[in-house]
């Protein structure tokens, strides 16, 4: 190993294990800490953080990075972990200090501003707020934009490397031009799918122990993992061997039982990193999109196909004989796939999902680069929303109040969702080439499935970005064609069109 | 505020972080961390521990330590955090850090060296290790030593401040004295007490809610407090306001009844701490022995006595009314204060424990003082088992290996075992006087004892060590005889003697 990438290491592990306990905080506060606890807890992760940034930004990780830089002995790994390295400096060191931490002071209280507008219904509350957080991505954005890159650009490449307004545009305009026609058509031409029975008395304590079942089926693997309840269910991880998902129980059993088969697949994906690259910078997901993609791969392409249930459906049966006793299977697979265009997109179908990103994106845009005026943004929402939804919210809290990522400053961010749904598209149409995808499933072989993915995908963590991987995983870039395909195929099919 | 102390917070503050990271990672790792996290997640916690080793040693500190040190201007918690870094460091700084880091390597080790042999029940395995680790200790101990100190008073001293040989002698020469010959009065002439009723059929889930019930009802407070499951029960503070205690289940109900207890002791006292002083360096308990005085006072001296049962036992029969339908509250409490003399120690009763502490003060000394040879080690645990229980281990597993203790390079702990008892005491005797103590707890008043404690002691953290905390409580220094008294009026009441 060369000498200077070995003191790089005692730099690196430090960040590596404040970033970690981090995660374990953020983890215990959502799902354990003790009502009275945040205030002092959130000293401690100040605290933390502030030491993570100091690891980062200090001086012997420059003089080590540069040393490193050109190092043609280092391994791949070590190389990438050099790459991402100088890639995170690069998004803080051009920001002033006194200007970050005055960005984070305000981000820290925005999100109880946020909270309790949207409580309020009351989108004035919350406006100057947003201003002021615009106003400083914005210049922050403009500190690292090279070479005249466009702003929104340079938060875009934040999220998912190789993406701009360029190409997104693409993706977008043809989600637009495809699926907003056809969401119509399916609501006034397709039949209508009955899934009341779904929603009734089904038993916390029996939907954790489905839960349970269907996270192991799809390959979550409990002696490395935790699941546990919050109020949003999400996954956290520590490193390869601790990856931790949770879930929220309602009276609809489908919510968490498609949350816990998402999350699980959040997991699968950090559970599957290479153990010589977990506890480096580059020992996790690619990136949001693609985390995006492998979530909702066994959310949705996995688990929602009438297969995977085939192998499992009379046991699910035996857990709720009085709910789903007299409900074939046939009839629980159209149920999960129904399509209800909504206000919310947390709750959305499949199909309609991302036409509710569709809109943030077009919003962002015109906050970022048009100067949009945010005292506009409620009706510009619910036009949008009416014009590819058929849908028009009544408040802010079912409209532009909803999501919380603008009070923590995340901009750019809403596009991965959608992509992450299209690369998943993509990787199963070539799946489907090379193997036997559907009768995997009925054969109950998750395993082959996920093996695949994990060779392919998983071990890899940031070695490459999303359009890396799916050039050498598919031979082909990015095709926005396939989701949209599949998204025909599927509700044509769903809906007997 | 002084600059120097402003400065010197920066360097606390992380230290503090880092320390209630770690103790995060306790509390996680011994109640829901997956099974194979273990290894990796040691690791990361090796690194914050080094983060923390070097915030405490690093020259920034020393520097500003020694501007504070004669600084009048600070208020007297600060002085306290500057004496207490100073006394930190102090314990760290002179051992040469490749010898420290070669010790922390023995450690790490030695746990598990100590815990095969035990299963094993075969000394011989852990003996080497063993010597190696008591090598280190007195080695480092040597490196500390002023003027001529004894080595185990060097050690003692690290555990409670104000202790040493001198008076421990004197105190455990009381107990030997004493105690030794009133157990055995107690064993031959006292009455037999049936306790058979706490062994049976009690639901974990009852447990519990018993559990639960008594922790708040003595005081614990779940808005800023948490209760879990682990294999020993302990207690875990991050803060004042997210304390955490765990217990474990067995078939005796009185086992995790009164570890409930205990560990709510624990927890209160540091519930108690000051709101100046929480996530500083006296921000907690001021010694293991005040702690364990708290806990044992809640767990004997309060949870054992029949005055505490008198408002709740008849809810307690509700909980379990087949169980202790039938026993009366006579009956209740004449049984979990049967004294039966065994081998361990975590199990033993209220009047033969600190016998137990007395056979591994007498063996450290010679351990320390005299060259005793390990080898030795399982017969003089014998043979001084038998001499002052009356009772002879058949292995080494119940004998010399049962304490996880001297494995980790703790020696000079036990002892703060028995003086918390006799600390609890000497306090139990001042409040008697102040106030209606059976009264109160008749009544349902263990608040009016609990703000007692918490004014007189808890808020104070380690703004005093113990000698002083009872000095200022009690108007005198430690006296052995309460403890003594309290023993035997107590217990020869519940034999009839």
Redesign the interface.
């Known amino acids: 190993m060369s000498k200077a990438y070995d003191e790089l290491r005692t730099y690196m592990?430090?960040a590596?294990?404040?970033k970690?306990?981090m995660a374990?905080?953020e983890w215990?506060n959502e799902t354990?800490?003790?009502?009275?606890?945040g205030?002092?807890?959130s000293?401690?992760?100040g605290?933390?953080s502030g030491?993570y940034f100091q690891a980062v930004t200090c001086e012997e990780m420059k003089k080590l990075l540069e040393k490193c830089r050109d190092d043609k002995s280092l391994t791949t790994a070590e190389a990438a972990n050099v790459r991402e390295l100088l890639e995170e400096r690069e998004q803080i060191c051009p920001i002033p200090r006194n200007e970050y931490q005055e960005f984070a002071r305000l981000t820290a209280g925005a999100t109880g501003v946020w909270a309790r507008a949207k409580k309020d219904r009351d989108f004035e509350a919350f406006a100057p707020t947003l201003e002021r957080v615009i106003g400083f991505q914005k210049k922050f954005a403009g500190y690292r934009a090279k070479d005249g890159k466009k702003l929104y650009d340079v938060m875009l490449d934040d999220y998912e490397k190789g993406f701009s307004m360029e190409n997104l545009d693409r993706f977008f305009g043809v989600l637009k031009k495809e699926l907003v026609p056809f969401l119509k058509k399916v609501m006034e031409e397709g039949k209508k799918v009955e899934d009341s029975f779904l929603k009734g008395d089904y038993p916390e304590k029996k939907q954790e122990e489905l839960g349970r079942f269907l996270a192991e089926y799809v390959g979550f693997d409990?002696?490395?993992?935790?699941m546990a309840v919050s109020a949003h269910p999400f996954t956290t991880n520590?490193?390869?061997?601790?990856v931790r998902i949770t879930t929220h129980y309602t009276d609809c059993v489908d919510s968490s039982l498609f949350s816990v088969i998402h999350e699980a697949g959040h997991a699968i994906y950090e559970l599957g990193i290479g153990d010589d690259l977990?506890?480096t910078p580059v020992g996790q997901g690619a990136s949001m999109g693609m985390h995006e993609s492998q979530s909702r791969f066994f959310e949705n392409i996995i688990g929602r196909s009438r297969s995977f249930w085939v192998p499992i459906y009379a046991r699910i049966q035996e857990m709720f004989p009085e709910q789903l006793g007299k409900v074939d299977l046939d009839q629980f697979v159209e149920a999960v796939n129904k399509v209800t265009p909504g206000l919310i997109r947390t709750e959305a179908d499949e199909l309609s999902y991302s036409l509710h990103v569709l809109i943030r994106y077009e919003i962002e845009k015109m906050l970022i680069e048009e100067d949009l005026d945010v005292e506009k943004l409620p009706q510009l929402w619910a036009d949008k929303y009416e014009e590819y939804l058929g849908v028009r919210p009544e408040n802010p809290a079912e409209g532009v109040l909803q999501d919380i990522h603008w009070s923590q400053g995340s901009f750019g961010y809403f596009p991965s969702y959608a992509l992450g749904s299209a690369f998943g598209a993509q990787l199963y149409y070539h799946m489907k080439e090379i193997m036997d995808f559907d009768g995997l499933l009925r054969e109950g072989k998750v395993d082959v499935i996920r093996d695949y993915l994990r060779e392919h995908i998983h071990q890899y963590g940031k070695l490459k970005d999303s359009r890396q991987i799916l050039k050498d995983v598919t031979g082909e870039d990015f095709k926005p064609e396939y989701y949209v395909r599949y998204l025909k195929e599927k509700y044509s099919a769903v809906y007997g069109l």
């Open positions: 592990d430090k590596m294990a404040i970690t306990a374990l905080f215990d354990l800490a003790p009502r009275e606890a205030e002092l807890t000293k401690v992760i605290v933390l030491e409990f002696d490395r993992g935790v520590l490193h390869n061997k601790d977990t506890l």
